[in-house]
């Protein structure tokens, strides 16, 4: 890393210089994407061990912030520097930058983050630890174009997704620990069942030997293109898995696949309802209301 740099005028100074310093030679600068990460104190050894070789698998300009809002002086601490990594022949590199946000610059972290941000690049956001209780969320996510979350990190993931349904039409989000979203998605499935009861619709069955994961919502009414038609009119996406059964797969039409009359219907009626870790159970209610509107209106 370089010496410590005090304003972000400073840092796109230093940026500039190392940019300069590499262009005539055989190293590569690329970026598929700005990674930044929200990383307090107290996950920064969880946060390094993750940063290490993450630029060689997803080259990008990676911005960590650390907030330190009871630091006796305001200002920002950065240090800028690049990581290398062999492809074949050439080397390829990308920037890394460290910024300490002391004192008052730690709750103003989106005024320093958007000067550094790659132009035309996707934006993704890595929060550690739990996100609520952080009024800088309500900035960051707003400049980014998605959250990267770890619910494993929380001790209560079903209440904080519960906590951060506001934030899920403002930007995409992902949870790593995606096997802990579980108990968020059944949920949301509850209120699919709730709602749809009295629907002429046939809704996902659970077995006695296996409860399902729900990651598919996956209804089925013969009236099913008629319905994603309207659906779509009022904005709500629907997913078709999958259009084309396994026996009538292009690459193994050379085995002549028998008819399968049963599978063919089915094709034609599933329809997949949204549902996932970013919905918000007021989506699903949205959902619930316009199916019930169609089959109302439809007799």
């Given at each position: 890393m370089a010496e410590k740099l005090t304003s972000v005028v400073e840092v796109e100074r230093e940026l500039c210089r190392l940019r300069a310093q590499e262009e005539d030679g055989p190293v590569l600068r690329t970026s598929v994407m700005t990674h930044t990460a929200w990383v307090p104190p107290e996950w920064l050894a969880a946060a390094e061990s993750t940063l290490a070789g993450l630029a060689e698998r997803h080259p990008s300009r990676t911005i960590v912030l650390v907030p330190e809002p009871d630091a006796v002086e305001d200002g920002i601490e950065a240090e800028v520097g690049l990581e290398r990594f062999s492809v074949g022949e050439r080397s390829i590199c990308s920037e890394v930058l460290w910024l300490r946000l002391r004192g008052a610059r730690a709750h103003a972290p989106a005024s320093i983050l958007v000067p550094l941000l790659v132009a035309d690049l996707p934006v993704f956001l890595r929060w550690r630890g739990l996100p609520f209780g952080w009024p800088e969320l309500d900035q960051l996510v707003d400049v980014v174009d998605r959250v990267i979350v770890d619910s494993g990190e929380w001790p209560d993931p079903a209440g904080a997704y519960r906590s951060l349904e506001t934030y899920f039409e403002r930007s995409a989000w992902s949870d790593i620990a995606w096997a802990r979203t579980l108990g968020w998605r059944r949920a949301l499935a509850a209120r699919y069942r709730a709602g749809l009861t009295r629907v002429p619709v046939e809704l996902p069955r659970e077995r006695s030997e296996g409860r399902h994961v729900y990651h598919l919502f996956v209804i089925r009414t013969p009236a099913r293109d008629a319905l994603r038609a309207f659906l779509a009119g009022r904005g709500i996406e629907t997913g078709i898995h999958y259009p084309v059964p396994a026996h009538r797969q292009p690459a193994i039409q050379h085995l002549s696949a028998p008819s399968l009359p049963v599978t063919e219907r089915l094709v034609g009626e599933i329809l997949s309802l949204p549902?996932?870790?970013?919905?918000?159970?007021?989506?699903?209610?949205?959902?619930?209301?316009?199916?019930?509107?169609?089959?109302r209106h439809a007799g």
């Open positions: 549902i996932s870790a970013g919905h918000a159970e007021a989506e699903v209610d949205e959902v619930v209301a316009a199916v019930q509107e169609y089959f």
